[in-house]
Nanobody, 124 residues
Framework: QVQLVESGGGLVQAGGSLRLSCAAS????????MGWFRQPPGKEREFVAA????????FYTGSMKGRFTISRDNAKNTGYLQMNDLNPEDTAVYYCAATSRHTIVVVTTDYEYWGQGTQVTVSS
């Protein structure tokens, strides 16, 4: 069992940056690949980025590539999502998730553990 807690969300102006953190507890964090998802108001939850267990491989959905960076520090049991050049369309609840699968996955049902989410609001 892994417990995940996101932090770092908030209100930011367009063009600004935020760094989200995902603190893990329970079983060994490095045993899980990690992903970030988001759910805009009134929309389905969507994939943002994922990172392998070691941190050596990453994958992004197209619109985030170049603006968002996923990383992890297994020694600190923490994952991160650095978000730059934010725009109002990035407004959403952001979730981190963990999976014991050996490859990077992008579908919500492939993730076994989820955090409670953190709100990111980007004003124009």
């Amino acid at each position: 069992q892994v417990q995940l807690v996101e932090s770092g969300g908030g209100l930011v102006q367009a063009g600004g940056s935020l760094r989200l953190s995902c603190a893990a507890s329970g079983r060994t964090f490095s045993s899980y690949a990690m992903g970030w998802f988001r759910q805009p108001p009134g929309k389905e939850r969507e994939f943002v980025a994922a990172i392998s267990k070691s941190g050596g491989s990453t994958f992004y959905t197209g619109s985030m590539k170049g603006r968002f960076t996923i990383s992890r520090d297994n020694a600190k049991n923490t994952g991160y999502l650095q978000m730059n050049d934010l725009n109002p369309e990035d407004t959403a609840v952001y979730y981190c998730a963990a999976t014991s699968r050996h490859t990077i996955v992008v579908v919500t049902t492939d993730y076994e553990y989820w955090g409670q989410g953190t709100q990111v609001t980007v004003s124009s």
